[in-house]
């Protein structure tokens, strides 16, 4: 009874392990170019729900940003 139980268990695992796949619920990361009049401001201000500091923080952590200073064409990485 208890070697049935066993590959019963065993069985179920592998299947679960078969068909589980990655929830890919973070996406593909969201491009933004940069406009002549953006700021981090405006950017955290559009993009991101609450409070725009916390959106300024995570602009500047995603990109690696050590200022503020934005320039016009640049390529940034919305986390």
């Known amino acids: 009874m208890f070697v049935r139980l066993s590959v019963?268990?065993?069985a179920i695992s592998l299947v679960v392990g078969v068909v589980a796949?990655?929830?890919g619920g973070a996406g593909k990361p969201t491009r933004y170019?940069?406009?002549p009049t953006d700021t981090l401001w405006s950017i955290?201000?559009?993009h991101y729900?609450?409070?725009?500091r916390q959106?300024?923080?995570e602009l500047q952590q995603r990109n690696q940003l050590h200022g503020t200073t934005l320039v016009p064409g640049?390529?940034?990485v919305l986390p």
């Open 8 to 10: 019963l268990l065993l």
């Open 21 to 23: 796949r990655p929830s």
């Open 33 to 35: 170019v940069v406009k």
């Open 44 to 46: 955290a201000a559009a």
């Open 49 to 52: 729900a609450g409070d725009p």
């Open 55 to 57: 959106g300024i923080w």
């Open 74 to 76: 640049q390529r940034l």
